[in-house]
């Protein structure tokens, strides 16, 4: 959920796929910068569509409680083949932010 989220994830040899099956959830993608942080975008999820992140895009997701969604992972994906980035302050304000907005 929002309060805790810390990072971003990235898979380096597979796509993730996400589906929204009830509910309220949010994709964030993002792309690193030239000063070393995030260009974030943030995605409502419409149910019963499929949205893909492609091998090397950074992302999570943030759902409300009770929320169902379906994850389509490839079983290569490891903790050898992916990374973890924390979040600075700034990106998390900003998420914050923009998740009451979608989610309101």
Request: charged letters at 10%.
């Given at each position: 959920d929002l309060d805790?989220?810390?990072h971003l994830e990235i898979h380096h040899q597979t796509d993730e796929?996400?589906?929204l099956i009830s509910g309220k959830a949010i994709l964030i993608t993002a792309e690193i910068t030239e000063d070393n942080g995030f260009d974030l975008k943030l995605t409502k999820l419409e149910p019963g569509?499929?949205?893909t992140v492609?091998?090397?895009g950074w992302?999570?997701?943030i759902l409300e409680k009770e929320t169902k969604m379906m994850i389509i992972q490839d079983?290569?994906?490891t903790a050898e083949n992916s990374e973890y980035r924390d979040l600075?302050?700034?990106e998390l304000n900003l998420i914050r932010?923009?998740?009451r907005e979608l989610f309101s």
């Open positions: 805790g989220l810390k796929q996400f589906i569509v499929l949205y492609p091998v090397d992302f999570f997701t079983s290569g994906c600075n302050e700034a932010a923009q998740t």
